[in-house]
């Protein structure tokens, strides 16, 4: 099952594999995409090897992670995009869905 990152309210199955995914685009390529999974953290950085979050793309990065849903997974998950500007963080898009799991 495939969960879209700004599609409202979805709802999974406790235990089975789950893809993730976030598109996130602009006028510049995103510096880095963040994912937030309840407490996990996920991110990818342009040119860096140890991102532990899987995106392809120029200006649209698709973005996905999979994991196995735990039993209190449910929750508001995130994705943003973010830049760098004169040295300042900015978040470029943020989006997000509510998952909701079933047990």
């Known amino acids: 099952q495939t969960i879209y990152v700004n599609s409202g309210s979805v709802t999974i199955t406790y235990g089975t594999n789950v893809t993730i995914q976030c598109n996130v685009n602009g006028g510049r390529m995103p510096s880095k995409v963040v994912m937030k999974i309840k ?43 973010e830049n760098f500007v004169r040295n300042k963080k900015k978040i470029q898009q943020k989006r997000n869905v509510n998952v909701i799991i079933v047990r």
């Open 39 to 81: 407490n996990r953290l996920f991110s990818y950085t342009r040119n860096d090897k140890n991102s532990n979050l899987t995106c392809v793309g120029g200006h649209e990065l698709v973005c996905e992670h999979i994991f196995s849903p735990g039993y209190l997974d449910d929750g508001i998950y995130i994705c943003q995009g």
